[in-house]
Each structure stands twice: as C-alpha cells, then as structure tokens.
C-alpha cells in the first residue's frame, strides 16, 4: 500500500524559505553483472542514469522490457520496481548515477538511495521528484565514453566512490547532470537540419561496411564518378570534416568497441580496423581519446579493476 500511495508523489520545488531543494547525486558506482544474475529492486527512488558500457541484456521497468546494447543510457523513473536480465553469453557491464531531483536545502544529506519500502529514507519528506520535460518515464539515450555525458557518468561515479563526498559538490554534480541530460535529450534522435546528397549517403554505407579496409580519397571518388576534391567538399560541407577524418573516427569507434567487448590483443585490433601500424594506431587513438588503447580498456572494460561498488552489492 505504501509504494502504491507513493508512486504519484511529484512536485514543483517552492521555491521559498526551507523548502527551496535542488538535484542531487546520492549514489553511483560500477556493476559487472554475472550470467544468470536475475535480481528485482522494488521500488527505487531516484532518477537514475543507467549505463550499459559493454555487453548485452535487459531490464524490466514497472512491466516494461528494455533492451541493453553497449553504449545504451537510460534515464529511469522514480519510484520504480526494476528487474535486471543479464545475457547468459555476455553479460552487462554498467555504469549507474542516482539523482534525487529535488532534495530540500539544509536536510542532512545521506548518500544513498532507498532501493524498497523498508529501506531508511523512503518516502523522506527531504526527497522529491520533480517534473522535467520531456523527461517523464524511461528515456533511452546513447552515449560513449569519450563524449562529454560519458566523461560526466564516469567523473561523477569516481568521486562518489573515491572522495570525501561533499554534500555542496553532491548538488553542483547534480545540477550538471540534469543540464548534461537535457542537452543530450534534445540531440538523440534529432533529424539533420539539412538534407545529406544522396552520393554523400553512398559513401557512408560504404565506409561504414568497409572501414577496415582503410579507403582512401581516390577510392571514394571512384565510386561516385566524381573528384577528389568533389568528395572533400562533401564531407567538409554537410559533416564539418575531412573525408580521411571521417574514416579514422569510424577504425576508432570500432576500436574502443572491440577493445571493451573482446580480449583480443591491441595490436590485432589495430589490424582490424584497418590501421595495421600499432604506433600509428596508439597514436591516433590518444588523440581522440586522451587514453592509450591499453589504458581504455584497462579503465573502462569489463575485465579492468574498478573502485568497488556500494555495500549493497544485490541493488544497483
């Protein structure tokens, strides 16, 4: 009766004398889920981000099933009864930030996150939800680790493991999470504001199918009966880069998957991109990850040592 009860429970923070409240990061850490690692939460209540950084599964939200793909955010409901699926053959490793949206300013705050009924701070009069736009019920998103809500999951996941946890950095964390949300929320999905020329979609599909064979300009060109520099128009035009730029970035978006999903040795993911030349290919991939390829996987994949998670090891 009391989830029940609970459940329609939402606000707009007033915003006068005691009852003036902000978003806050209550808890956060890392989870390698194991096959057959089933496990209900009956009633979680946060906002919380759930990232899953490398293999396969699903979860269940107040009935619904959603699918969990590497890279796949979800931004999930208050009050929420959620059951975890792990594939049998590559399990889930995920990231996950709890936000209260609205925790009253001047209540002692207490890092962490009802997860039950039962559980101290349920139903606390310090903790609300709030409504976002267009924010309601689950929304899926996408991010990867070197984009700037990645980097924010991560940053905002170690500080709540490692540091001291100030309740004044809890809430500026918070502040920034919910505007990193709203931006990415506005982006997914978005369509282009320009129509792309149907020859740059051409060249695309074939990139994307053929990345590993390193195409050059020439190449390009060959397939759409243009010229060189018709094709390095095109990208620069409608994608603000180069052509050669655009098929690194896409060696490198397979490389950071491979290097989380597989434990194939760097330099063999090097040969399979299409960037056979391990120093050329290390090179490249700090550039546009600020990380070497050994220490990506070693911070990020499934099979590195990150900080331990919260004590509650059954809820996440």
């Known amino acids: 009766m009391r989830r029940a009860k609970s459940r329609g429970k939402k606000v707009?923070?007033?915003?006068?004398?005691?009852?003036?409240?902000?978003?806050?990061?209550?808890?956060?850490?890392?989870?390698?889920?194991?096959a057959q690692q089933n496990f209900t939460n009956g009633c979680v209540q946060s906002r919380a981000l759930f990232?899953?950084?490398?293999?396969?599964?699903?979860?269940?939200?107040?009935?619904?099933?959603?699918?969990?793909?590497?890279?796949?955010?979800?931004?999930?409901?208050?009050?929420?009864?959620i059951t975890y699926l792990p594939s049998a053959q590559e399990p889930m490793y995920t990231a996950h930030v709890h936000i209260v949206p609205w925790y009253r300013n001047g209540a002692k705050w207490v890092p962490n996150v009802p997860h039950e009924i039962d559980d101290a701070e349920f139903d606390s009069p310090d903790r609300r939800d709030v409504c976002w736009p267009k924010l309601?019920?689950?929304v899926r998103l996408h991010t990867q680790i070197d984009e700037p809500l990645g980097r924010l999951i991560d940053y905002s996941i170690r500080w709540f493991l490692q540091s001291k946890r100030d309740e004044s950095e809890a809430r500026s964390i918070?502040?920034?999470?919910?505007?990193?949300i709203l931006r990415a929320t506005e982006?997914?999905?978005?369509?282009?504001?320009?129509?792309?020329?149907?020859?740059?979609?051409?060249?695309?599909?074939?990139?994307?199918?053929?990345f590993h064979l390193a195409p050059r300009v020439d190449d390009l060109a060959a397939i759409i009966g243009k010229s060189r520099s018709h094709v390095l128009k095109l990208f620069r035009r409608h994608l603000s880069v180069s052509a050669k730029g655009y098929v690194i970035g896409r060696q490198l978006q397979e490389a950071r998957v491979l290097l989380l999903r597989t434990a194939q040795p760097v330099s063999e993911i090097g040969k399979?991109?299409?960037?056979?030349?391990?120093?050329?290919?290390?090179?490249?991939?700090?550039?546009?990850?600020?990380?070497?390829?050994?220490?990506?996987?070693a911070q990020h994949g499934p099979f590195s040592k990150p900080p331990k998670p919260s004590t509650h090891s059954a809820q996440v």
């Not at 918070?174 to 990193?180: I, P, S």
């Open 187 to 210: 982006s997914f999905g978005a369509p282009p504001t320009t129509s792309r020329p149907e020859e740059l979609n051409r060249l695309l599909v074939h990139i994307d199918r053929g």
């Open 51 to 81: 990232w899953c950084k490398s293999g396969l599964g699903e979860f269940v939200v107040d009935g619904a099933n959603y699918r969990l793909e590497p890279n796949d955010l979800y931004l999930l409901p208050w009050n929420r009864q």
């Open 136 to 138: 309601e019920g689950v």
């Open 174 to 180: 918070g502040h920034l999470l919910v505007a990193e």
């Open 272 to 297: 399979a991109v299409g960037l056979p030349d391990p120093y050329h290919f290390s090179k490249l991939f700090r550039r546009h990850t600020g990380l070497s390829p050994r220490d990506y996987r």
């Open 12 to 34: 707009v923070a007033k915003r006068s004398g005691a009852e003036i409240g902000s978003p806050c990061v209550c808890r956060g850490g890392m989870f390698q889920f194991a």
